[in-house]
T-cell receptor, first 111, second 114 residues
Framework: QQQVKQSPQSLIVQKGGISIINCAYE??????FPWYQQFPGKGPALLIA?????SEKKEGRFTISFNKSAKQFSLHIMDSQPGDSATYFC??????????FGAGTTVTVRA | ETGVTQSPTHLIKTRGQQVTLRCSSQSGHNTVSWYQQALGQGPQFIFQ???????GRGNFPPRFSGLQFPNYSSELNVNALELDDSALYLC?????????????FGAGSRLTVL
């Protein structure tokens, strides 16, 4: 049973555009929501994370929006660059333990 | 500061065989987690080790087992390999008590079962 559902499976965006990836979860006990970025041949790397006590967190061009009542959260990549082309995974955990990952979104930024 | 290193990077086994994958944690980390990532999927939690003891397991059968050593390095053992075990196996280390389970992943070991 997949605890975190992620969409879209893939997206293509022009350089300078905005990429938006959405995730939904069922377990209301989840209290930590990170996003990971993975390049081919590499392991996932933590990009940005949020706790449910805030509705938005921004780090540079990356923003997480969190809607606790809807049990949804999303990643926005502003001013997308070709170097952002990668696979992005949302995840969730309870008590900082055992991350449940979404299926991933492959982002392609066209120059 | 060294990151998480895994070996081997690639290996091919046949059904029924056994495999051991190795992981060296990032310096200063005391917890190791193992994840299985099937092609085109997100990583799935296998188990976590803390203080050389298994500290939680995902939905994986007992033929998946592990060890954590005093230097915090770790092994993942899989017995009686099945075709569906073909995947990228990721090791991740973290520091318990950091306030968040910030995992540092290695590049993985790609296992192909024929």
């Amino acid at each position: 049973q997949q605890q975190v559902k992620q969409s879209p499976q893939s997206l293509i965006v022009q350089k300078g555009g905005i990429s938006i990836i959405n995730c939904a979860y069922e377990n209301t006990a989840f209290d930590y929501f990170p996003w990971y970025q993975q390049f081919p041949g590499k392991g996932p790397a933590l990009l940005i994370a949020i706790r449910p006590d805030v509705s938005e967190k921004k780090e540079g061009r990356f923003t997480i929006s969190f809607n606790k009542s809807a049990k949804q959260f999303s990643l926005h990549i502003m001013d997308s660059q070709p170097g952002d082309s990668a696979t992005y995974f949302c995840a969730a955990s309870k008590d900082d333990y055992k991350l449940s990952f979404g299926a991933g979104t492959t982002v392609t930024v066209r120059a | 500061e060294t990151g998480v290193t895994q070996s081997p990077t690639h290996l091919i086994k046949t059904r029924g065989q056994q495999v051991t994958l190795r992981c060296s944690s990032q310096s200063g980390h005391n917890t190791v987690s193992w994840y299985q990532q099937a092609l085109g999927q997100g990583p799935q939690f296998i188990f976590q080790y803390y203080r050389e003891e298994e500290n939680g397991r995902g939905n994986f059968p007992p033929r998946f087992s592990g060890l954590q050593f005093p230097n915090y390095s770790s092994e993942l053992n899989v017995n009686a390999l099945e075709l569906d075990d073909s995947a990228l196996y990721l090791c991740a280390s973290s520091w318990v008590g950091s306030g968040a389970n910030v995992l540092t992943f290695g590049a993985g070991s790609r296992l192909t079962v024929l």
